[in-house]
């Protein structure tokens, strides 16, 4: 009995129709998006060699996240989100498809998958946005909000853990096209799941101000306020910093490790392990309470993790290493989200969620690019080593502004209910316990 209630603590958000149907269309679409990330990864560096090439790649795939994103947000707060996520999954799978024929058929080259990585990345930069904040409109009970962010990152690094394994087999096999291929026909599952939901209208928000001064109002709403700020500094920081991990796999699984794609795979799989765990760990706790000051335990874990991997010559090794670096990068990264949606007044959280794209997609791209030029300057081991302390320099500051923070988030978990001994007057020194937590 125990166990059956701990398995519906951690899924309880599947209770939702609309919610449940996401999840298992998400979840079967998102294997075939590993797939492709391994299956590009390894054909642009099997065709250049080039570390540089991987960053530049890398670049201009998630550019538009940084400079779109704020735009998406502004769209996402005064549009039906389920219909931009239509559009998106549509726009992706015709992408992924034709990223397969001219694999299959052997005429892609360097700068198509260049092209196609830069009409990829304006998709995703409107498609995050409206899908990170339609995560609160398919959840009818927000106290399960939490849960439910937490079931979808525990999903993208389920797929995390699938994807890049199967890649590495048919790479091998029959090649990157059948990757690409795959990523392409899975895109079905979440359109028909899309088209499945029954939904409440959402009126449109704010549809009488233009974009421009819908713009200034969600920068000012996010950093105006001291937590939204200081939170998405921090994940601008791991994801430009971070990132580098990531990207200079193929150099470590290749020329560092001797290993080929099927190599890539087990690596990124291992980091996916980490993040699965660390998703189930955030999905089965009961609030946001702790969150903050996890934020800042988990980036050090995360940093310790890529700064040793960087000097390990052993598979195993590096792989249980890569293990610690996935559920640090994962609880980090998804913390912020929860706090985020948590936190936000319900007519921003889009333009919120577009600040969180531009932190976490966004200066992805510039880390990618940062990251192979010293590669190729300093090589990868020193390049890791110097993303590392960083992040790990980033930790330390988060955790001095935690006092501070505490004090202006609270107020909000209280009327939320979140802390529902203070919110309903009695228990107070249970209360009290619950605030040291955060």
Not at 61 to 76: D, E, T
Not at 193 to 221: C, Q, W
Not at 402 to 410: A, D, F, Q, R, W
């Amino acid at each position: 009995m125990k166990k059956a209630s701990a398995f519906n603590n951690i899924f309880r958000a599947l209770q939702y129709r609309n919610f449940r149907l996401f999840f298992f269309g998400q979840s079967i679409s998102l294997i075939g998006t590993w797939m492709q990330a391994i299956a590009m990864g390894w054909l642009v560096y099997r065709m250049t060699n080039s570390p540089m090439l991987l960053g530049l790649v890398g670049f201009v795939s998630q550019i538009p996240a940084f400079i779109l994103s704020p735009f998406a947000g502004i769209a996402a707060d005064r549009f039906n989100r389920h219909h931009i996520l239509i559009v998106t999954q549509v726009l992706a799978m015709i992408e992924a498809l034709v990223m397969a024929a001219l694999a299959m058929t052997g005429t892609i080259q360097v700068w198509h998958i260049i092209v196609l990585g830069v009409f990829l990345g304006c998709i995703n930069s409107l498609d995050i946005p409206a899908r990170q904040s339609f995560i609160f409109d398919m959840v009818e009970s927000k106290e399960n909000l939490s849960n439910a962010i937490a079931l979808n990152s525990f999903m993208f690094n389920a797929a995390r853990l699938v994807g890049p394994s199967i890649a590495g087999i048919l790479i091998v096999a029959v090649g990157e096209g059948m990757c690409f291929l795959i990523n392409g026909l899975s895109f079905i599952a979440v359109i028909i799941s899309l088209l499945l939901m029954r939904l409440s209208v959402r009126p449109a928000i704010h549809a009488e101000t233009n974009m421009l001064d819908g713009l200034k109002e969600g920068f000012r709403y996010a950093f105006g306020f001291e937590p939204i700020k200081v939170i998405l500094l921090m994940l601008s920081v791991l994801n430009l910093m971070g990132v580098s991990y990531a990207v200079l796999m193929p150099v470590f699984a290749k020329d560092i490790l001797h290993g080929g794609a099927n190599t890539l795979g087990f690596l990124m799989a291992a980091a996916g392990v980490g993040a699965l765990v660390a998703a189930v760990y955030l999905a089965s706790r009961k609030n946001v309470l702790g969150l903050a000051r996890m934020i800042a335990v988990s980036v050090g874990l995360f940093s310790l993790g890529i700064i040793l991997f960087s000097i390990s010559r052993s598979l195993w090794l590096s792989i249980a290493l890569l293990m610690l670096v996935g559920f640090g990068f994962m609880v980090s990264t998804a913390s912020c989200n929860i706090i985020l949606q948590t936190i936000s007044d319900d007519d921003k959280r889009g333009r919120v969620m577009s600040f969180y794209t531009m932190a976490f997609m966004g200066m992805a791209p510039i880390g990618s690019l940062l990251a192979g030029y010293l590669a190729s300057t300093i090589g990868s081991t020193m390049t890791l080593i110097f993303s590392g302390l960083c992040c790990i320099l980033a930790a330390f500051l988060f955790s001095r502004k935690l006092p501070g923070l505490k004090k202006l988030i609270h107020p909000i978990y209280r009327k939320m209910g979140i802390i529902p001994e203070i919110a309903s007057g009695i228990n107070t020194a249970s209360g009290l316990s619950a605030t040291t937590e955060e």
